[in-house]
């Protein structure tokens, strides 16, 4: 086979285009990407139950939750009335009978501590009767593996006893998995508690799990668009994320229940899922959001309701005739204004208040999620009417239309038909229209050429993608190599069509082992570890790996990928490099000779990333993460290239 690389220029390539897509699914906030390790930190968990219409919570402020020992008669009361904060009405009234008596969290599948590292505590108590002092301690057992002593604040007897916020150092004298975390009263008596955190003393920022946190900055991704997802919508519009309630002090925001709680639910399961408990504490918030995009590199993309619920699961609607309608375009407002606007404004106040004087710089506003025009649900009026209160004050603000839930429908040919009717009329109307697509991996290989024949008068963002295997709850196994080599052919056509799509990202990002509604997934954790999946690997390669301009492929990549092979060329012109991103599907090893156009002063060197597997099967799983994997040679370039079976390559070429 042979490959010639021209010498001329194609369209430039949008910086930052391929990016990332954080949803809260897969406990990929609580119990993962925030590192706070107590589940249900501050009693208000709900369980979720019910199917469509008909969604309901019970609430369940114990979840999570024991007297310790379990055998004792310690009395555990989840109570309001004084709370802390009135956002947070719910408290734990706890009552030890006996000396050493106390309470202990399951926290998730446990607490994993690390030899040598210091955990910090924190909790806000009330001595309601009890003179004594408190103490944490991370025990399995019956063995104790940290502990942390806490002096409490008394009053003298007949005055009032006001909540205090306590602080401690747990430092882990071994490795543990599966362990309690337990408080325990020195002697008898009544203590109230509040907001109990244990972070670990490596969380980036004093928020971000450490290993996943790393897990994202090395993708080098250009945007981030958050929180979600069908989670912005709701399955009620009151169960819909408002950024509003994520913002503040952590202990004052109103937690929620996650949309994905009742994922599945059916007769079959009496409408009450094994992930009924999912809940949001929202300490992963707006803000929260922001940051981490600074702290990655990354553009921020947040998203917001329309005032639909999840048009999969609900019928629910705010009518635009009703003053409540009103406010959803008031937050994309105030939400600008929190990114944006400067420490005099309302909420760039708040924002400087909570740590970041100066503003984060948002540029790009995604208008709802995945939806799409239907005789009730209306979107495209909101969108007009998002985009003419948005524009009128924010004209410079980018915003992403929404083209439905898929590529292949009715919803989608509705949709483009109107944003080409609307944005001649108007100026700055859409920036791009945000695409999704599930499919197998086979419809990847076939539609490399998907946008080669799209206008060029809307951009695309390919906001939702992955290759589809096999699917399901809790499946590592979804993530093949095969999968992720057909997400690399795919991103081929992707790039040699910049000038169509500008935004690119993978979804979801995020998987709990055990904890996992869906399936496949990038980046797959336990408590322990974390590890990227095959396709992690395709997204860190081109992440790690995009020119500035694509090189003209002369029609080349219709030929080759009649023998299975899939390739781009690009010319990165701040390195002076030339870049060829190839994709050997088959099961059989290719030579592909590559001749380079005669304006090309070539150094002899290739700097070659490659991913390979012996079957398109392959997957990475905790017991051996790094089965798929990149690896880094760089050699001398002698005008051919070995291609193996099921393999990616990225080939960087030095100019003189």
């Given amino acids: 086979m042979k490959l010639h690389v021209s010498e001329k220029r194609g369209v430039p390539i949008a910086p930052g285009m391929i990016g990332l897509f954080f949803e809260d699914i897969n406990y990929a906030a609580d119990g993962g990407l925030y590192a706070e390790m107590i589940e249900n930190r501050s009693f208000e968990f709900v369980e979720a139950r019910g199917t469509n219409t008909d969604y309901y919570t019970v609430y369940d402020g114990g979840y999570g ?35 050493g008596e106390g309470f202990s969290n399951k926290a998730y599948t446990g607490i994993f501590l690390k030899k040598g590292m210091d955990y910090k505590i924190s909790f806000y108590a009330r001595m309601a009767g009890y003179k004594g002092n408190l103490k944490v301690s991370v025990v399995k057992d019956g063995k104790n593996y940290g502990t942390a002593e806490i002096a409490c604040i008394h009053v003298p007897q007949g005055e009032w006893q006001k909540w205090n916020r306590y602080e401690a150092v747990l430092h882990a004298s071994e490795d543990v998995k599966h362990a309690l975390f337990v408080i325990t009263l020195e002697e008898p008596g009544c203590v109230e508690f509040d907001h109990i955190s244990m972070m670990p003393g490596d969380a980036v920022a004093g928020i971000f799990r450490k290993d996943l946190f790393e897990k994202l900055k090395e993708l080098k991704p250009g945007f981030l668009r958050f929180p979600g997802g069908c989670i912005i919508e709701g399955n009620t519009l009151s169960n819909r994320y408002r950024f509003k309630n994520s913002l503040g002090a952590p202990e004052e925001r109103i ?67 009703d003053p409540a309608f009103q406010e959803f375009i008031q937050d994309a407002l105030d939400l600008i204004e929190f990114a944006n ?9 708040l924002r400087a208040k909570m740590g970041h004087p100066a503003p984060f710089g948002l540029e790009l506003l995604g208008i709802g999620n995945e939806q ?18 948005i524009h009128a004050k924010y004209p410079e603000i980018r915003l992403i239309g929404s083209a439905g839930p898929d590529i292949t429908s009715e919803r989608y040919t509705a949709a483009w038909e109107f944003y080409r009717r609307e944005c001649p009329k108007h100026e700055n109307f859409a920036y791009a229209l945000d695409e999704h697509y599930y499919v197998k991996p086979e419809w ?100 790690e790996n995009m020119g500035t301009v694509t090189l003209d492929t002369e029609g080349q990549e219709k030929e080759l990928r009649k023998d299975g092979v899939y390739y781009s060329s690009s010319l990165d012109e701040n390195s002076k490099e030339i870049i060829l991103k190839i994709v050997n599907s088959t099961e059989e090893k290719k030579s592909l000779s590559i001749d380079f156009a005669s304006d090309w002063n070539l ?32 050699a001398s370039f002698n005008g051919e290239i070995t291609l193996e079976p099921n393999t990616f390559l990225v080939a960087r070429f030095p100019l003189a």
């Avoid at 004792?72 to 947070?88: D, F, H, I, M, Q």
């Avoid at 009450?272 to 702290?295: K, M, P, V």
């Avoid at 799409?372 to 209160?389: L, N, S, V």
């Avoid at 392959?618 to 880094?632: L, Q």
Wanted: net charge negative.
């Fill in 65 to 99: 939750w024991k007297a310790y020992p379990e055998d004792s008669n310690a009395r555990l009361e989840y109570v309001s009335g004084s709370p802390l904060y009135e956002t947070s009405p719910h408290y734990l009234r706890f009552t030890a009978k006996q000396a």
């Fill in 444 to 543: 990847f290989y076939e539609h490399t050429d998907f946008y080669d024949n799209y206008s060029r008068d809307i951009k695309v963002f390919s906001g939702e993608y992955a290759a589809h295997p096999v699917n399901g709850m809790n499946r590592p196994d979804a993530n093949t190599l095969g999968g992720a080599l057909a997400e690399a052919a795919f991103l081929t056509g992707v790039e040699r069509n910049a000038d169509v799509v500008v935004l690119a990202s993978y979804a979801p990002l995020f998987a709990r082992i055990g904890y996992t509604q869906w399936s496949p997934d990038l980046i797959w954790f336990d408590e322990t570890v974390a590890y990227g999946s095959p396709s992690y690997y395709v997204q860190k390669m081109y992440g």
């Fill in 341 to 349: 606007g400067t420490v005099e404004t309302k909420w760039g106040s």
């Fill in 603 to 634: 150094t002899g060197v290739v700097k070659a990333t490659t991913l390979h597997g012996e079957s398109k099967e392959d997957f990475n799983s905790v017991n051996d993460p790094e089965k798929i994997s990149s690896s880094f040679e760089e």
């Fill in 255 to 321: 937690s929620n229940w996650n949309r994905w709680a009742v994922h599945q639910n059916g007769p079959e399961n009496d409408c009450r899922s094994i992930y009924s408990h999912y809940n949001q504490t929202l300490g992963l918030g707006y803000y929260e959001y922001f940051l981490l995009c600074e702290l990655i590199g990354a553009k921020p993309l947040p998203v917001l309701s329309v005032g639909l619920a999840c048009q999969y699961m609900s019928c629910e609607l705010v009518s635009m005739d």
């Fill in 372 to 389: 799409w025009q239907t005789e009730k649900a209306d979107f495209f009026q909101r969108y007009m009417a998002f985009e003419k209160a």
